[in-house]
């Protein structure tokens, strides 16, 4: 069902937990399955300094917000946002297609963050 990329990611997370200090946190979650994700974004000079997720759902979520964490860590707030939940899942090789509509939400938390961080700091 799933290919070694995923099931690396699924087995072995990265950069998952929580920043207790975080600039900007997003979530969004699927009504369909129940999965949900939390980004926790830390920025530094318009760049994402440090990213952790937590996940709770299928194993191509979590692969998804792994994956998703590695890819935008040292990017430009503007960088970050042009990554799709598709760009997630080609770079994992693929998701099945019955796990897209529930696994692939990455990018979708990654953007509510950065939108978050931006709104909060455009009202300082």
């Known amino acids: 069902m799933y290919n070694e990329k ?3 990611h699924f087995t072995n997370p990265r950069n998952v937990g ?5 600039d900007a946190i997003g979530e969004t979650g699927s009504f369909k399955c129940g999965d949900t994700m939390k980004i926790f974004l830390k ?11 937590l996940t709770f759902g299928c ?11 590695e890819m935008v860590k040292g ?3 503007d960088e970050a946002m042009e990554i799709s939940n598709k760009d997630v899942s080609d770079r994992l ?9 529930c696994s692939n939400l990455a ?13 909060s700091h455009e009202a300082v």
Do not use: C, Q, W
């Not at 191509?60 to 998703?68: F, K, L, N, Q, W």
């Not at 090789?93 to 509509?101: E, F, I, N």
């Not at 990018?107 to 709104?119: C, F, G, P, S």
């Open 6 to 8: 995923v099931v690396d």
């Open 93 to 101: 090789g693929g998701l099945p297609p019955l796990k897209l509509h």
């Open 75 to 77: 990017k430009t707030l």
């Open 43 to 53: 920025v530094k000079d318009n760049r994402i300094e440090d990213i952790k997720f």
């Open 59 to 69: 194993g191509a979520a979590i692969a998804s917000s792994s994956m998703m964490t």
């Open 107 to 119: 990018a979708d938390a990654l953007h509510d963050a950065i939108n978050n961080y931006r709104k």
């Open 18 to 22: 929580e920043l207790t200090d975080a």
